[in-house]
Every structure is written in C-alpha cells, then in structure tokens.
T-cell receptor, first 110, second 113 residues
C-alpha cells in the first residue's frame, strides 16, 4: 500500500534562517505531488505541485520554493524565513484521482 | 478562476441531529468533486468522491453527497450525526484533465454528546 511521509513534524526556526521540509511517497511511481499550507479558517492553499521529476508549478508567489529531485521526493524550501511563513504545511500525492495527505509539519517562525 | 465556497464555517449540532454542509464551486466544465475530513490530530482523509454517474454518492461512516450540476453544488449530508463526527470538513474540486485541486475554507463541526 502507499504511504506518505513528512518530516520534521514540528519545527521552530528564527526569522531569516533557511528551511527545508521533505516529503516522500512509498508504494507508487510517478505520483503527482503537492505542497499546501493550511491556515485556520482559510482552508488549504495550494503552494506548488509537480507532475514529474524537475517539473514544478508555483501557485502563489512568495518566499518559498519547491524541488523534486527524485520521483517520489518533494522538498519545500526557503532561503530566508519570514514571520508570515509560520503555518501548517501539508504534502499530498495523487495518482490522478483523489489526493492522499501526509501528517503535516507545524512550522513556527520566531 | 475556479473557486470553492463552503458557507458554513462553524456548525454545532447535538447527537442524532441531521447534517447538511453546503459546497458550491465555480467552473463551467467537467469536474471531479471530493469531501475530505480532518479529525482532531489526524491526517486529512477522503470521505467520498464524485467523478461521474449517479449524482448521489455514498462515502464512509454514513456520509453521502449529492452533485447538482445545475446548481454547481456538492452538499454533504448525514441523517444522524455522532459525537465522533466532530471534525473539520473540506470540499474540493478539480477540473477534469488538470492537476490542481481547489479546496474550500472548511467547516468545523462540533457534535455535542
């Protein structure tokens, strides 16, 4: 069966520090991969999605970037974190039908 | 641009009450529709989905939803809620042939025992 992993589960970082959140999927090949930010009362905001290695589509211009170095690996990064980057980040994968979500990373920027 | 509206942001019900959560989307073409649920401290998980066929779809835990194309709606229903249904519910849509899922802002349901 397919599983999706995200780490770390929680992260506290100072303003201006770099960020790297990792997501990996097991049990499937060539998944579509997604990064979302979930904020209370605002639902899930799509940040990036990827339909293949090295292919990244950005939905919201901001302080973040994404990369897909391997078929089942999706990384969310920032060179310098802002206070406004705090939030709950979700990775998801899809095989063309419904999406399956990871456990999320709670990021606090101080 | 596509969008999804969930009009009820917070709903409080007593056990055994009936539930209906509204979801409307804006897109003129063919869509696939989903309801996801997030129980406290748990992953988002799929409740039910509509791709084609019978517009009344049944999901897990006694939930169902009806796709009304003329109203651009996909409302979620349950005849009798339980305390364990306390969760946040998200409606989502994806236009056929695309990769972007659009989510609503969510509805927080609290069921009182």
């Amino acid at each position: 069966s397919q599983t999706i992993h995200q780490w770390p589960a929680t992260l506290v970082q100072p303003v201006g520090s770099p960020l790297s959140l990792e997501c990996t999927v097991e049990g499937t090949s060539n998944p579509n991969l997604y990064w979302y930010r979930q904020a209370a009362g605002r639902g899930l905001q799509l940040l990036f999605y990827s339909v293949g290695i090295g292919q990244i589509s950005s939905e919201v211009p901001q302080n973040l970037s994404a990369s897909r170095p391997q078929d089942r690996q999706f990384i969310l990064s920032s060179k310098k974190l802002l206070l406004s980057d705090s939030g709950f980040y979700l990775c998801a994968w899809s095989g063309g039908a419904e999406q399956f979500f990871g456990p999320g990373t709670r990021l606090t920027v101080l | 641009a596509q969008s999804v509206s969930q009009h009820n942001h917070h709903v409080i019900l007593s056990e055994a009450a009936s539930l209906e959560l509204g979801c409307n989307y804006s897109y003129g073409g063919t869509v696939n529709l989903f309801w996801y649920v997030q129980y406290p401290g748990q992953h988002l998980q799929l409740l039910l989905k509509y791709f084609s066929g019978d517009p009344l779809v049944k999901g897990i835990k006694g939930f169902e939803a009806e796709f009304i194309k003329s109203k651009f709606s996909f409302n979620l229903r349950k005849p009798s809620v339980q305390w364990s249904d306390t969760a946040e519910y998200f409606c989502a849509v994806i236009a056929s042939g695309t990769y972007k899922y659009i989510f609503g802002t969510g509805t927080r349901l609290k069921v009182l025992a």
